[in-house]
């Protein structure tokens, strides 16, 4: 089965400027999460979805970051302006949903806020 | 925020030898799984160990939980360089997966 899928790999832009990132999940996974990891450190949850629903959005600046679930498959996350701190990979994840499921992860965008 | 906490935050060991990386965390969980990350890739899944299981073996791999004290530990044996890598607790708790800090693990041939 393919993996989940993100893109771009790579993106360096400049403080003040905007920045998208594209994830497709694993087809039939309804669960999907965007963490940011700064470099040494563990993931950080900013949202998770439940199909095209927001289950959790708490760590979300929302100033500046947003995200969406089209049709409860692929996902897109903004961040509008980007400040220097933003420098981090973002990882998205799906799970089947429900207790006890494996996420499974796509290899992140590096992100460099310069 | 972090749900849990790791310990050592780096572990360097030879090849063959066994590692120990312990995870504490703050509220009560469904399950607790422990996640894998090369450098520069993304995490993949090694194990999962649900709130009523005590211990759970996968290959090289032992994971034991404790919820009375909120922690877990992994237990890798016969260590690889290819085992080489950074190792993340997760707990879920209400189909919420957050990471724990992670463990540095280098493995010297």
């Known amino acids: 089965e393919a993996g989940v899928a993100q893109s771009p790999r790579y993106k360096i832009i400049e403080k003040r400027q905007s920045v998208a990132f594209w994830c497709n999940p694993i087809?039939?996974?309804?669960?999907l999460y965007w963490y940011q990891q700064i470099l040494g450190q563990g993931p950080k949850l900013l949202i998770q979805?439940?199909?095209?629903?927001?289950?959790?959005d708490s760590q979300l600046p929302k100033d500046r970051f947003s995200a969406e679930r089209l049709k409860g498959v692929d996902s897109t996350l903004k961040i509008q302006p980007a400040k220097l701190e933003d420098s981090a990979v973002y990882l998205c994840?799906?799970?089947?949903?429900?207790?006890?499921?494996?996420?499974?992860f796509g290899q992140g965008t590096r992100l460099t806020v310069v | 925020s972090q749900q849990g906490e790791e310990d050592p935050q780096a572990l360097s060991i030879q090849e063959g030898e066994n590692a120990t990386m312990n995870c504490s965390y703050k509220?009560?969980?469904?399950?607790l799984q422990w996640y894998r990350q090369n450098s520069g890739r993304g995490l993949v899944h090694l194990i999962l160990i649900r709130s009523n299981e005590r211990e759970k073996h996968s290959g090289r791999l032992r994971v034991t939980l404790d919820t009375s004290k909120k922690s877990s530990s992994l237990l890798i044996t016969a260590s690889r360089a290819a085992d080489t890598a950074s190792y993340f607790c997760a707990t879920d708790t209400t189909d919420k997966l957050i990471f724990g800090t992670g463990t540095r693990l280098q493995v010297f041939p």
């Open positions: 087809s039939g996974h309804a669960t």
């Open positions: 509220t009560s969980i469904n399950n």
């Open positions: 979805f439940q199909n095209n629903g927001v289950v959790d």
């Open positions: 994840a799906s799970t089947l949903g429900g207790v006890g499921t494996e996420a499974f």
